[in-house]
């Protein structure tokens, strides 16, 4: 497909917005230091960070509702620059966190309205790549972004890494300005109209579907280094490498996903869902062998990222009515699922399960998905063969 330079625009803010949301968790030791608090209190700007895109996003939708569609995506920029450049100069933990806050409050709403006008940028029968080419940059951000303001963060400070994603915000919001097409304000409806569209039954299975993709994703990837530390043998460049061939995983995911999702979008979804969990499976039998580990690790990834892209797709041509709201909802349900994946994985391993048995719980959750996803097709499929009235 040709890419329009405002697809690349919305890349850009996503890998900014994907460094500053990641990139915290390689620096929680120089944060601890300098603001004189513990790691697990540091850590405390990880959860608040989720939290606010959970709860918050779908407030600024609302109040970004009646906007249009580029004023309201340079607004959220602006809101993010703001966000960050307060994290840079916060001279305690309350107002990291409070800045912190802020910045998630852009997260979850720009990824929101940014897929809805990523697919819009290009044909129907493209809105599935287009959709994945925008969160590429959040992938890209996860390979490149981390570890580079991590590193910089150490060697400089970690004010300097958000300096620079001050700058990277600046660079997207410029991009923006330039490239997003202006479009007419949206056809006025009341909130509570566009809330019901949350309600109907297809749009519902297809966020608790995304939650339950993004679950099963971080039930292993939040404890992946010490699995492949303690369980696999690798050593910590190893684990290292392992990582970085994981972000090409993600990135490859990314874009046979959205190409999935334009030929057959639950079909597509249901396969990959089968596929995971034959992988999760498999990884959890090769987990001890360094190189089935490491091409299991890979399909993993791949896989697991491949499911993004159509099921945010799915959202918004079933929401239609409401996009920008359910769009951003469903960034929530990701994150949700984020939290909910992290919290079952690491009480399990509190009960006495080990590393090597979290693809299990993964496989769980994929299957859940899987089976939403086959009622989601039915009964899409049913509604198509009803008579017209």
């Known amino acids: 497909m040709s890419l329009p330079p405002a697809l690349l625009a919305l890349a850009v803010a ?21 603001l004189g608090v513990s790691i697990p209190s540091a850590g405390m700007l990880i959860t608040g960070y989720a939290l606010g895109v959970t709860f918050g996003a779908p407030i600024l939708a609302a109040a970004t509702a009646r906007l249009p569609r580029h004023s309201a995506l340079m607004g959220l920029m602006a809101l993010f620059v703001i966000g960050n450049l307060l994290c840079a100069v916060a001279p305690s933990q309350a107002t990291l966190m409070a800045a912190r806050m802020i910045t998630a409050l852009s997260h979850g709403a720009f990824f929101g309205l940014g897929a809805v006008a990523a697919s819009q940028l290009v044909p129907p029968h493209q809105r599935g790549q287009a959709i994945s080419l925008m969160f590429a940059g959040l992938t890209l951000a996860n390979v490149l972004g981390v570890p580079v ?25 410029v991009t923006l300005l330039r490239w ?25 299975l297809a966020m608790v579907m995304s939650a339950l993709a993004s679950a099963s994703m971080f039930s292993v990837f939040t404890y992946l280094s010490p699995l492949l530390r303690d369980e696999t043998g690798f050593s910590p460049r190893e684990v290292a490498f392992m990582l970085l061939l994981l972000g090409g995983g993600l990135t490859i995911g990314h874009l046979l996903g959205g190409r999935l999702g334009d030929w057959r979008l639950m079909p597509s979804v249901i396969g990959l869902c089968g596929a995971l969990i034959l992988v999760l499976a498999a990884l959890a039998f090769t987990v001890h062998d360094p190189l089935l580990a490491t091409g ?3 399909l993993w990834g791949m896989l697991a990222f491949a499911l993004a892209s159509p099921l945010q797709l799915r959202v918004v041509t079933q929401a239609a009515e409401a996009p920008h709201l359910a769009s951003t909802v ?18 399990a391993l509190n009960l006495g399960v080990s590393l090597a048995d979290l693809p299990w719980i993964a496989a769980v959750l ?11 097709h039915a009964l899409g499929e049913q509604g198509s063969r009803q008579p017209a009235v």
């Open 14 to 34: 996503s890998f900014g917005i994907g460094t500053s949301e990641f990139v915290i968790m390689g620096l929680l030791p120089e944060v601890s230091v300098d």
């Open 149 to 173: 303001g991590t590193a910089l963060g150490q060697a400089l400070g970690w004010r300097c890494t958000f300096w620079v994603v001050v700058a990277i915000g600046a660079v997207a919001a």
């Open 180 to 204: 997003l097409p202006m479009t007419p304000m949206p056809r006025p409806r009341s909130l509570l109209s566009e809330a019901r569209v949350l309600g109907q039954p297809q749009v519902l």
């Open 296 to 298: 299991g690790v890979f």
């Open 330 to 347: 469903n960034q929530g349900a990701f994150n949700l699922g984020n939290a909910a994946g992290a919290w079952i994985s690491g009480t």
């Open 366 to 376: 994929t299957a859940s998905a899987m089976v939403l996803a086959i009622l989601s």
